[in-house]
């Protein structure tokens, strides 16, 4: 049996691995950690173009609501209430009575993110914006496992690193999930809770619209 003074000790020393162990919990996952003062580039991207064979016809809805040629996750994602979003934050032309884009030159010197085209970028400066990145990115609790196949972005995060590559990160509401590049995604699922659903749509807003 062990005397009260080497009691106290043993449970100084659980208490501390406890709190220890509390604490690495409680950092965002890597690379998210080493985040904190990077720099942080959002973009907002097109999330689909059509063929250009079919440019020339303007997109209007069928007798079913349907936009003909949009792909059917675009498609629900609408009719589910992406069409609520504040303004400027979908692509123009993919909601009916909006302006289409216009047509592509034969030389498409557009600027793209990883394939998408690029609707308007911005640095992320406010230090509160950061940390939300950094938080919905960083923490597993933020994904889940039901999500789309599909991927086309509505928007792309941008962590610069030193001597590396860029963390890039492509967004997809449309089809619920998110796509690292250049890095080891490090949560076991990559589908979008419906808070973080509804966190990106607030940073985005932040950024772009001056919510």
């Known amino acids: 049996m062990l005397a009260p003074m080497q009691q106290r000790a043993l449970k100084g020393i659980t208490v501390f691995l406890g709190l220890a162990a509390f604490g690495c ?18 973009y907002r ?9 079919t440019t020339t016809t303007p997109t209007a ?6 936009i003909p040629g949009l792909p059917a996750e675009i498609q629900q994602w609408i009719q589910a209430g992406a069409s609520m ?18 047509q592509q030159a034969q ?11 690029i609707l308007g970028q911005a640095p992320v400066t ?6 939300e990145l950094i938080d919905l990115f960083g923490y597993e609790k933020n994904f889940d ?5 599909c991927m086309y972005a509505e928007f792309g995060v941008s962590f610069a690193r030193v001597n590396q590559p860029p963390a ?33 749509v607030r940073t985005s807003q932040s950024v772009f619209v001056g919510g």
């Not at 303004?87 to 289409?100: N, R, V």
């Not at 030389?107 to 085209?117: C, H, L, Q, T």
């Not at 990160?169 to 509804?198: K, Y």
């Open 25 to 42: 919990a409680g950092a965002p996952a890597s690379p998210f950690d080493e985040m904190k003062h990077a720099p942080i580039t959002i």
């Open 45 to 53: 991207l097109q999330n689909y173009e059509p063929p250009p064979q």
């Open 61 to 66: 809805p069928n007798v079913a609501g349907m």
């Open 85 to 102: 979003l504040p303004p400027g934050l979908l692509p123009p032309g993919i909601i009916p009575g909006q302006t289409a884009p216009a």
């Open 107 to 117: 030389v498409d010197n557009v600027p793209r993110f990883y394939g998408f085209r």
């Open 126 to 131: 406010d230090e509160k914006l950061r940390k």
């Open 145 to 149: 496992n039901s999500y789309s196949g």
């Open 168 to 200: 890039d990160i492509l967004v997809s509401l449309s089809c619920d999930h998110v796509q690292p590049q250049n890095f080891a995604w490090p949560h076991r699922n990559r589908g979008l809770t419906p808070e973080a659903v509804q966190r990106i």
